[in-house]
Antibody, heavy 120, light 112 residues
Framework: EVQLVQSGAEVKQPGESLKISCKAS????????IAWVRQMPGKGLEWMGT????????TYSPSFQGQVSVSADKSFSTAYLQWSSLKAADTATYYC?????????????WGQGTLVTVSS | QSALTQPASVSGSPGQSITISCTGT?????????VSWYQQHPGKAPQLIIY???DRPSGVSNRFSGSKSGNTASLIISGLQADDEADYYC????????????FGGGTKLTVL
């Protein structure tokens, strides 16, 4: 069974760093792209970026380029999303999801989401 | 303002059919067969219900169907049920930037 299990909720102060995780199981981690999606409180979904764990190739939406960093550790079948300096505007739920290998750019499996709250 | 345009809300009575539209451009919906739809219940992760414009993943009810005409895609839900009440998001591949995929702003479906 394919599963993406994300790390737990975080409460941080502005300026702090943060790294959240997404552990994959039930499939070959290195052969599917992983995407990260932001959902701000009461708002819609936003595509942040992707990583191909096989070779760590990444893509970033222009809105998130330079604001976050995505990475992956093949040894642990885990993808990561990190910030070096959080802002209040980063408060949101962050989802990881698997890009289906069917070539239609659909996200066929999703993590449960990680709520990140940034507040002083 | 979202890149793909969806109505903010739609409603219908149990047993009825509803349609949710999703309008883009020739650089996304109009140019490719890469439209997907997701259902999101409150407090839950989104779930894929349509991909490739009109294909359904295994396990998704055939009450959900999708279509496309020009730059507009549509999600049709027939035989509305109470559990269909949720937010629905369209998405499409885009050739315009490294974003790869655009989402619609979401549509809240209310089952009356």
């Amino acid at each position: 069974e394919v599963q993406l299990v994300q790390s737990g909720a975080e409460v941080k102060q502005p300026g702090e760093s943060l790294k959240i995780s997404c552990k994959a199981s039930g499939y070959s981690f290195t052969t599917y792209w992983i995407a990260w999606v932001r959902q701000m409180p009461g708002k819609g979904l936003e595509w942040m970026g992707t990583i191909y764990p096989g070779d760590s190739e990444t893509t970033y939406s222009p809105s998130f380029q330079g604001q976050v960093s995505v990475s992956a550790d093949k040894s642990f079948s885990t993808a990561y999303l990190q910030w070096s300096s959080l802002k209040a505007a980063d408060t949101a739920t962050y989802y990881c999801a698997r890009l289906s290998g069917g070539g239609y750019y659909e996200l066929d499996y999703w993590g449960q989401g990680t709520l990140v709250t940034v507040s002083s | 303002q979202s890149a793909l345009t969806q109505p903010a809300s739609v409603s219908g009575s149990p047993g009825q059919s509803i349609t949710i539209s999703c309008t883009g451009t020739s650089s996304d919906i109009g140019g490719y067969k890469y439209v997907s739809w997701y259902q999101q219940h409150p407090g839950k992760a989104p779930q894929l219900i349509i991909y490739g414009v009109s294909d359904r993943p295994s396990g998704v009810s055939n009450r959900f169907s999708g279509s496309k005409s020009g730059n507009t895609a549509s999600l049709i839900i027939s035989g509305l049920q109470a559990d269909d009440e949720a937010d629905y998001y369209c998405s499409s591949y885009t050739s315009r930037s490294d974003t790869l995929v655009l989402f619609g702003g979401g549509t809240k479906l209310t089952v009356l």
